[in-house]
C-alpha cells in the first residue's frame, strides 16, 4: 500500500470489523504456500497471486455474491481490497478469472486441504472445545431445472427429496456437517446428491476426538451407538420409534432434551442461508456444489473465529 492508501485505511476503519480481524487472525501464509501452484495466467495476462483470489472467493462466500457482483464488489469497497491485498489504482480480478480460479481449485482436490489447514489453526488458537459433534444436515436447491418426461436436467448429479417436515420437493444438493458443540464451528462438511439419507455419511462426520455425539433421530442405529460408546463417548442420539416399538414415556422427554440441546447447530444453517445466502448452488454437478459448500464452510469458520474472539 502507498502512504495515502495506508492513511485513508486507518481514517475509515478502526481494525474491529470482521475483515479487519481475519487479516491478524489467519496465517495466510500457510494458505499462500498451500495455492502457491495454482498460479493462472489466463490468455494474454500476467497472473494474478493465488492468494488474493482465494481471498476474492472467501469474500464471495461471506456476502453470497456471484462472480459478477463480486467483480463490482472488488471494485467498489475500500474493505474488500484491503482484505484481498488490492491499492486503490490496481485493477481486479475479473469475472472469468475467478471462474478459471475456481475451476482450477476443484480440479486440484485443493479445498479439503484448505479446510483442514483452517481446522489446524482453530485448534491451535484454542477456540474449538471438543465437548461433543453435533450431526445434522441441510437441504440446497440446484440452480438447473429438475428433470421431466421430456428431457433430462441440466445437472445430472442433483436429486430430488422431499423436504423433512415441510410440503413439496427439492431439486439438488445436501451439505451434512459435524458442529463443534459450544463453539458453533463446523469440523466437517460432506456435500452430497439431495436423496442421500442422513445416515450414510455420519460416520465420517465424528472427529473422534469429541466426548459427546449429538444427533436427531435421523441418525439412530443400534451400530452406531454400540460402537461410539465402545470408543468412550457420549451417545446422544434421538431414539428413532418403529410399528413394533413405540417410544415410551421416558424416550419421548430424553428425545425432546437432545433437540433443545443440538438446536444450536440450527444457528450455523441459518448463518449459512440468511446471511451468507447459501441457498442455491450456483454450479453444476458434484464437484463443483461440493466446492461451494466447503468454500462456505471455510468462510462461515473464519467469520466464526472473528465473532468468539473479539
Given at each position: 500500500m502507498s502512504l495515502a492508501e495506508a492513511f485513508l485505511g486507518r481514517k475509515l476503519s478502526d481494525g474491529t470489523s470482521p475483515l479487519d480481524r481475519l487479516t491478524g487472525l489467519v496465517k495466510w501464509y500457510r494458505f499462500e504456500k498451500l495455492l502457491a501452484r495454482l498460479r493462472d495466467s489466463g490468455p494474454g495476462r500476467a497472473a494474478w497471486p493465488p492468494l488474493v483470489l482465494f481471498k476474492a472467493l472467501l469474500l464471495q462466500s461471506l456476502y453470497g455474491l456471484s462472480d459478477r457482483e463480486l467483480e463490482e464488489a472488488l471494485g467498489d469497497r475500500l474493505s474488500f481490497r484491503r482484505f484481498v491485498g488490492l491499492g486503490l489504482e490496481e485493477t481486479v480480478p475479473d469475472h472469468t478469472v475467478l471462474s478459471r480460479f475456481r475451476t482450477l481449485l476443484v480440479g486440484a482436490g485443493l479445498l479439503e486441504t484448505l479446510f483442514g489447514e483452517l481446522d489446524r489453526q482453530l485448534e491451535k488458537?484454542?477456540?474449538?472445545?471438543?465437548?461433543?459433534t453435533m450431526l445434522d444436515a441441510t437441504l440446497i436447491d440446484a440452480v438447473?431445472?429438475?428433470?421431466?418426461?421430456?428431457?433430462?436436467?441440466?445437472?445430472?448429479?442433483?436429486?430430488?427429496?422431499?423436504?423433512?417436515?415441510?410440503?413439496?420437493?427439492?431439486?439438488?444438493?445436501?451439505?451434512?456437517?459435524?458442529?463443534?458443540?459450544?463453539?458453533?464451528?463446523?469440523?466437517?462438511?460432506?456435500?452430497?446428491?439431495?436423496?442421500?439419507?442422513?445416515?450414510?455419511?455420519?460416520?465420517?462426520?465424528?472427529?473422534g476426538d469429541e466426548k459427546t455425539v449429538w444427533a436427531d433421530a435421523a441418525y439412530d442405529t443400534h451400530t452406531r451407538r454400540a460402537r461410539l460408546k465402545a470408543e468412550g463417548k457420549t451417545v446422544r442420539i434421538a431414539r428413532r420409534p418403529n410399528k413394533h416399538h413405540p417410544l415410551s414415556e421416558r424416550l419421548k422427554r430424553y428425545n425432546r432434551l437432545i433437540a433443545r440441546r443440538r438446536s444450536a447447530v440450527e444457528t450455523t444453517f441459518a448463518t449459512l442461508k440468511n446471511r451468507m445466502k447459501l441457498t442455491t448452488i450456483r454450479y453444476v454437478g458434484l464437484a463443483k456444489a461440493a466446492a461451494q459448500v466447503t468454500m462456505a464452510a471455510i468462510a462461515f469458520n473464519m467469520r466464526r473465529w472473528a465473532t468468539i474472539t473479539r
Open positions: 488458537a484454542g477456540v474449538i472445545l471438543k465437548r461433543g438447473s431445472t429438475p428433470p421431466t418426461a421430456e428431457r433430462p436436467s441440466r445437472d445430472a448429479d442433483a436429486r430430488v427429496t422431499a423436504r423433512k417436515g415441510k410440503s413439496g420437493l427439492t431439486f439438488g444438493y445436501k451439505a451434512h456437517v459435524g458442529v463443534d458443540e459450544g463453539s458453533g464451528l463446523i469440523r466437517t462438511v460432506i456435500t452430497t446428491p439431495a436423496n442421500v439419507n442422513d445416515t450414510v455419511v455420519a460416520d465420517r462426520l465424528v472427529r
